[in-house]
């Protein structure tokens, strides 16, 4: 770790708009912190993100980044890093981004195991849209959109991960600012798909799921004997809820990436291959066709 952290390379011109006490600044501020620890070169890292409240993250973020459609940002950030693999490709997003209509992403880039972080907001609402139920609201909770109740069983995110081939699996909450950088930066450093859920409070809309709440009930799992190589007792410690609630990692396997199985890449990374055929490939290729 540098003696001095760098986080002010990490920080961008655009001061965040977020509501006062709201859990993404938390987020951000670990995310920056992460990134200095590593010590990361803001060229080389990319922050993809979607639509709502949270995907604002890139313009405060000071690195290249893309602020993409809701529910797009995962497929954006695998078309990036598969074409650029040298990049550290970073997805910040929400539970409605990422859980809603971003699913079907979600679920084939850790079935492909493709080498990024991706980092949802948890705040089980949708914030941006002013407090309609989310994908991840608790049952029966009273919304905007749901005024006698919520009657969908919310996505359990760590399951959905734990069942899809990610190989990174952690849960954070943007009030353990210390575990949450370490999550981070683990996530970045490790080699395939990471999933970072982190429990990020809307101080606005959802007025359960608050910073009391969540302090009542996180502890750490891996103050609490959590073997994160075994993916049943991962699965067990996820559907913990009520009463006790676990953030750290959940689940670590070192598997083969996307990357290092794709033919297309013995030749070098596709940024760097030259365009176009030269006159002996064109030949070649017009005579396997025969
Ligand atoms: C295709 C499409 N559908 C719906 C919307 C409206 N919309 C914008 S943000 C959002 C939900 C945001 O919720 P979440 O991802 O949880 O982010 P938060 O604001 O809570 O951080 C919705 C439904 C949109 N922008 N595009
Ligand atoms: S509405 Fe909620 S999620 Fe959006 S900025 Fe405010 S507190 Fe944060
Ligand atoms: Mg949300």
Redesign the pocket.
């Known amino acids: 770790m540098p003696e001095t952290l760098e986080i002010s390379k990490f920080k961008s011109k655009i001061s965040p708009d977020w509501c006062p006490g709201c859990g993404?600044f938390g987020v951000l501020f670990s995310l920056q912190k992460a990134c200095a620890t590593l010590n990361l070169d803001p060229k080389d890292v990319l922050v993809v993100s979607?639509?709502?409240?949270?995907?604002n993250l890139p313009g405060f973020f000071g690195s290249y980044g893309m602020h993409t459609?809701?529910?797009r940002a995962v497929a954006v950030a695998e078309g990036a890093k598969l074409g650029n693999p040298d990049l550290t490709v970073v997805v910040t997003?929400?539970?409605?981004?990422?859980y809603?209509?971003g699913i079907g992403h979600f679920i084939h880039a850790m079935r492909r195991n493709i080498n990024m972080t991706y980092i949802v907001?948890n705040?089980q609402?949708?914030?941006?849209?002013t407090g309609?139920c989310?994908p991840t609201t608790e049952l029966h909770t009273v919304t905007k959109s749901t005024p006698e109740g919520s009657i969908e069983i919310p996505i359990n995110p760590i399951e959905l991960a734990l069942v899809s081939g990610a190989t990174f699996i952690a849960r954070g909450f943007s009030g353990s600012q210390d575990l949450l950088t370490d999550l981070m930066a683990k996530a970045i450093q490790h080699k395939g798909f990471s999933l970072v859920d982190v429990f990020s409070p809307?101080v606005t809309y959802n007025k359960k799921n608050t910073y009391p709440w969540f302090r009542e009930r996180v502890y750490n799992l891996q103050e609490d004997n959590h073997n994160k190589s075994d993916q049943d007792a991962a699965l067990k410690r996820a559907r913990e809820w009520d009463t006790r609630i676990a953030t750290g990692i959940f689940f670590e396997v070192d598997n083969p990436t996307y990357e290092e199985q794709e033919p297309a890449y013995k030749f070098g990374s596709p940024a760097k291959q030259k365009l176009g055929l030269n006159q002996e490939d064109i030949q070649a290729l017009i005579k396997s066709f025969k």
């Open positions: 993404d979607g639509i709502g409240c949270s995907s459609l809701h529910g997003g929400g539970d409605g981004d990422g809603g209509i907001m705040n609402i949708y914030g941006l849209t309609q989310s809307c």
